[in-house]
Nanobody, 114 residues
C-alpha cells in the first residue's frame, strides 16, 4: 500500500485547510485509515481515524473542528480542519491499516499562524 498526502500549507488562526490522502497498491486489504500528526519536539499523536464502514474516532482536541471524510470508491481519506489554532501546527501523516501491517504517507506540513 502506498499513501500520497497533499494539501498542507500556511493558514491564519481560525482558518481552514483540507488534507487529502490517496491510497494505491493493495488497497483491497485496507481496513482503517486516518491521520496522525507530529509537532516539533513531540511524539506523533492520533488526529482522527475512520473504519471501512465509516465509524470515526477523533482525538478530544479535534472534536467539533475536524472531520475525516473517506471515499472508498476513490481510495481517499481527507481531513477537513476548521477553526485551526497555532497548536495545530505539525506535520500531518496519513495512515492506513490492513491485515499485513500499517502504512504511512510522506507527511505534509500544516502551519497555523497566530
Amino acid at each position: 500500500v502506498q499513501l500520497q498526502a497533499s494539501g498542507g500549507g500556511l493558514v491564519q488562526a481560525g482558518g481552514s485547510l483540507r488534507l487529502s490522502c490517496l491510497a494505491s497498491g493493495s488497497i483491497f486489504s485496507i481496513s482503517d485509515m486516518g491521520w496522525y500528526r507530529q509537532a516539533p519536539g513531540k511524539q506523533r499523536e492520533k488526529v482522527a481515524l475512520i473504519g471501512s464502514g465509516g465509524l470515526t474516532d477523533y482525538a478530544d482536541s479535534m472534536k467539533g473542528r475536524f472531520t475525516i471524510p473517506r471515499d472508498n470508491a476513490k481510495n481517499t481519506v481527507d481531513l477537513q480542519m476548521n477553526n485551526l489554532k497555532p497548536e495545530d501546527t505539525a506535520v500531518y501523516y496519513c495512515n492506513a491499516r490492513s491485515l499485513f501491517g500499517a502504512y504511512w504517507g510522506q507527511g505534509t506540513q500544516v502551519t497555523v499562524s497566530s
